[in-house]
């Protein structure tokens, strides 16, 4: 194979540095253009927006820019590498919202002495915006920052890592599980990693079914159990009355693994202990928690994910945001509350019980993919994503009270 990391780089580096730009949507090319387009004409809209700040939906492009807000505090796996090393990544967010769902986005990576100062300045900007995605920002920090920029925002503000995590972690779980004959409410759930986006996935798992004492999450100091000290509020709800310390003892039995802490963390050959037909999800990027071919070679009777593009059944955040920011933006809701992603994970699970478009087969280069153990989730360029899970998103927020436009027409997204 050629180099690998060599490839990356490269593609990074040309045509041109990075990922994305910006284009025009408007003419700029004579002396009536500029007039409009600058001095005098732009001062009609400004004048528009002092009188109604709405009118900035009707004149400007917030209504469909979404910033990509980082500290770069928990970039990926990788950890906390800073604010300037996460720009590929909050780029290639960008990317995704803007090939996948026709969203215009930022990235902005904030340097801050406190979380308090981070939440100033987000909340300072806001404005700018139709939406926020907060991304790869650590735990606990992300809890505070998430809950605090909802109060004091007026537009939808979502941490990618933490709920989109668990849409997709949900829809692809609840498949899992029902392929393997298991029954949520039944089903021991091992959750490697307290973070972000553990809590968020397995605080989901439980509105989808999940019995909170059948699920035990570990960090780096073992299992959280009730008698560990100093945990913090929100690992403290998943503290379990267990005598169970290591990785390997609330193992055995198990019906599920759910990594979402590092590279490698998984032996082998601890997968034996789990129970028969087991759920293994090991969401860690760029390297999983096992190496899909070891646990294969270990188990021919697991279902097995990882957060990759380049293995079967990739349960990633980026089957849910570009979506769920569409139907939020399209009818300017002003949260994205439970019952919006509650909405996107039955559209996404449900996606992946039907036929597949024979694009999506050469875009993924697949030969078939049929609902089973080797395809329990949507791949990424299915083109049916954009428009089910934004309408279930969007009819969802209207239903719950949070849009300010009603209604949705009939061939919504029917050409996206
Ligand atoms: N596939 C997907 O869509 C997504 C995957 N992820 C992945 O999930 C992981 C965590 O991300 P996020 O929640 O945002 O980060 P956080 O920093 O919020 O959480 C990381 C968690 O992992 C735990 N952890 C790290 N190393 C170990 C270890 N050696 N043993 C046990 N636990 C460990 C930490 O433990 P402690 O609390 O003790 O520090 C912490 O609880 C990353 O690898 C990321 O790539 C995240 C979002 C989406
Ligand atoms: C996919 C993603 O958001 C992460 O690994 O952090
Ligand atoms: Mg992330």
Redesign the pocket.
Known sequence: MPDFRQQALDYHEFPKPGKISIELTTSADTVTDLALAYSPGVAEPVREIAADPNAAYKYTAKGNLVAVITNG??I?????LGPLASKPVMEGKALLFKHFAGIDSIDIEVKHRTTEEFINTVANIADTFGGINLE?????E?FEIEQELIKRCKIPVFH???H??AI??TAGMLNALEIQGKKIGEAIFVC????????ACMELLIKCGAMREKIYM????GVIHTRREELTPH?ALFANNTDKRTLEDVLEGADVFL?????D?LPPEALRLMAPNPVVFA????DPEIKPELAHAVRDDLIMA??RSDYPNQ????LCFPFIFRGALDVRASVINDEMKVAAVEALRSISKEPVPEKVLIASQSKSLIFGKHYIIPKPMDPRLCKRIATAVAKAAIASGVAKIESIPENYLDNF
């Open positions: 505090t928990a990926l796996g990788l950890g906390n790869d920002i650590k735990a606990p992300c990618d890592d933490q989109g995590t997709v972690t490697l990693g307290a973070g972000a986006a553990a809590v570990l960090d780096r100091k690992k990594g979402l802490s590092g590279p963390l969401c860690s990027n760029p990882t957060g349960v990633n955040n980026v």
